[in-house]
């Protein structure tokens, strides 16, 4: 028998104390059934019956084990925790936040240590009611220490279970294959016909390649995209990249479009592009190329950053895919260059400026802050040495193309 107090008398004491907690152990049930639904918010939501056919019997059975301890003088075991820990995971089930469990047992260990104070044999020997109260706050302590553990456990198993979902939806998604789209899609409860548009963030900056920034980067998208009235579908992280794939609903691309341009100017380590939207998540792989490619036409570090949607690019796309690219370049910007070079003229970049200045003279004047005549007399200079004219619908398309392909991203250079 172990020896809860160095006395004889002490000993018969604490057992005679444990004897009445014992005989009042359907009382004390009920009490602590009666303070769980009146103290604890969390265990007063949840359906009925659930505290009198669950809490309230594993609330019994840890004074059980309790007052078997005092009186064996034994350790809880693994095996005799092994409910505990077991309730633990079905609160993690139910809902049940873990501070809410915590509080609970908590309560436990206050309700009683009541007990204790109010019992006869606490009156007769203090001494003893010490000696359990201690045995009370280790039990307590104890068995919080395991149903924490088995909680957070089970909680951290579910999330790694929700995300490796989530990323094998997303290589089938960006895959395309069906079963396994279909599969995930029913779990994750996605609209198979729904309208979705891929979103694309490939890191340009390998300084910003540690997983810290990538994983930074995707709450700021996740944030950026769920908001209303727009849908986040799914989001995650590809290798250096981040997809994310949009569901649109009533929002247009055109109301979606300052958004991303937002997170470009916001991440500036990373290209930011999108696919034309797709009529059901079949779609979603022809979407991710087209996003591919977009990213592919954004300049790193841009003065000013800017996403790059696929419709945008459509015409770039084609005319790098020509077999006349090269002839293009010769027609046009290389004869305009060699010129500017020689004569120390500024013919490309006053092209460069036009097309930039949607073809109107003033404004291309202003980003040149040169008069307007002066713009004028370059463009007229520029059909002489190119044989295209720039105040004709074909040829100006044609010059446009080139600055596209062969020229670098800004407003021009100095004249």
Same mark, same amino acid.
């Given at each position: 028998?172990?020896?809860?107090?160095?006395?004889?008398?002490?000993?018969?004491?604490?057992?005679?104390?444990?004897?009445?907690?014992?005989?009042?152990?359907?009382?004390?049930?009920?009490?602590?059934?009666?303070? %769980?639904?009146?103290?604890?918010?969390?265990?007063?939501?949840?359906?009925?019956?659930?505290?009198? #056919?669950?809490? &309230?019997? =594993? &609330?019994?059975?840890?004074?059980?084990?309790?007052?078997?301890?005092?009186?064996?003088?034994?350790?809880?075991?693994?095996?005799?925790?092994?409910?505990?820990?077991?309730?633990?995971?079905?609160?993690? $089930?139910?809902?049940?936040?873990? #501070?809410? /469990?915590?509080?609970?047992?908590?309560?436990?260990?206050?309700?009683?240590?009541?007990?204790?104070?109010?019992?006869?044999?606490?009156?007769?020997?203090p001494g003893s009611a010490l000696a359990v109260a201690a045995k009370i706050m280790k039990h307590v302590d104890l068995v919080s220490t395991a149903v924490a553990q088995s909680?957070?456990?089970? &909680?951290?198993?579910?999330?790694?279970?929700?995300?490796?979902?989530?990323?094998?939806?997303?290589?089938?998604?960006?895959?395309?294959?069906?079963?396994?789209?279909?599969?995930?899609?029913?779990?994750?409860? *996605? @609209?198979?016909?729904?309208?979705?548009?891929?979103?694309?963030?490939?890191?340009?900056?390998?300084?910003?390649?540690?997983?810290?920034?990538?994983?930074?980067?995707?709450?700021?998208?996740?944030?950026? *995209?769920?908001?209303?009235? !727009?849908?986040?579908? *799914?989001?995650?992280?590809?290798?250096?990249?981040?997809?994310?794939?949009?569901?649109? =609903?009533?929002?247009?691309?055109?109301?979606? $479009?300052?958004?991303?341009?937002?997170?470009?100017?916001?991440?500036?380590? !990373?290209?930011?592009?999108?696919?034309?939207?797709? +009529?059901?998540? %079949?779609?979603?792989? +022809?979407?991710?190329?087209?996003?591919?490619?977009?990213?592919?036409?954004?300049?790193?570090?841009?003065?000013?950053?800017?996403?790059?949607?696929?419709? @945008?690019?459509?015409?770039?796309?084609?005319?790098?895919?020509?077999?006349?690219?090269?002839?293009?370049?010769?027609?046009?910007?290389?004869?305009?260059?060699?010129? @500017?070079?020689?004569?120390?003229?500024?013919?490309?970049?006053?092209?460069?400026?036009?097309?930039?200045?949607?073809?109107?003279?003033?404004?291309? &004047?202003?980003?040149?802050?040169?008069?307007?005549?002066?713009?004028?007399?370059?463009?007229?200079?520029?059909?002489?040495?190119?044989?295209?004219?720039?105040?004709?619908?074909? @040829? /100006?398309? *044609?010059?446009?193309?080139?600055?596209?392909?062969?020229?670098?991203?800004?407003?021009?250079?100095?004249?």
């Open positions: 028998m172990h020896q809860v107090n160095s006395s004889s008398g002490g000993e018969e004491s604490a057992l005679a104390l444990v004897a009445f907690l014992r005989s009042r152990a359907d009382e004390i049930g009920e009490l602590l059934a009666r303070r %769980f639904r009146e103290e604890i918010v969390e265990y007063r939501s949840l359906p009925e019956g659930f505290i009198e #056919q669950d809490v &309230a019997p =594993t &609330a019994s059975r840890n004074l059980e084990e309790m007052l078997y301890c005092i009186e064996s003088g034994e350790e809880l075991t693994p095996a005799r925790l092994l409910p505990f820990r077991e309730s633990a995971v079905r609160r993690f $089930r139910q809902g049940v936040p873990v #501070q809410a /469990l915590l509080h609970a047992y908590r309560l436990w260990g206050h309700t009683v240590w009541e007990e204790v104070r109010r019992a006869p044999q606490t009156q007769l020997d909680y957070l456990s089970e &909680a951290a198993g579910l999330i790694h279970d929700r995300e490796m979902g989530r990323r094998d939806l997303l290589e089938a998604l960006v895959e395309g294959n069906a079963p396994r789209i279909t599969r995930h899609a029913k779990v994750h409860k *996605l @609209d198979m016909s729904g309208r979705y548009m891929v979103i694309l963030l490939r890191n340009v900056a390998p300084s910003a390649a540690a997983v810290g920034s990538i994983r930074n980067a995707l709450e700021l998208v996740q944030d950026r *995209l769920s908001q209303p009235p !727009f849908q986040l579908a *799914l989001a995650g992280v590809r290798n250096d990249e981040i997809v994310a794939i949009q569901q649109l =609903t009533t929002p247009t691309v055109e109301r979606l $479009r300052p958004v991303l341009n937002q997170l470009a100017i916001a991440l500036p380590d !990373f290209a930011v592009g999108a696919g034309r939207v797709h +009529e059901g998540l %079949f779609g979603v792989a +022809e979407g991710y190329v087209e996003a591919q490619n977009a990213v592919l036409l954004a300049p790193p570090h841009a003065v000013n950053p800017r996403a790059y949607l696929f419709s @945008d690019t459509l015409l770039e796309h084609i005319v790098r895919a020509s077999a006349f690219r090269t002839v293009l370049a010769e027609e046009t910007v290389i004869p305009l260059r060699q010129h @500017d070079r020689r004569r120390h003229t500024a013919l490309l970049p006053t092209l460069v400026a036009y097309v930039r200045a949607d073809f109107k003279l003033v404004q291309a &004047a202003e980003l040149l802050r040169v008069q307007p005549n002066t713009v004028k007399y370059r463009l007229q200079k520029i059909h002489e040495v190119t044989g295209h004219n720039p105040f004709q619908a074909e @040829d /100006l398309t *044609l010059l446009a193309l080139s600055l596209k392909l062969n020229h670098p991203e800004g407003p021009g250079e100095s004249p």
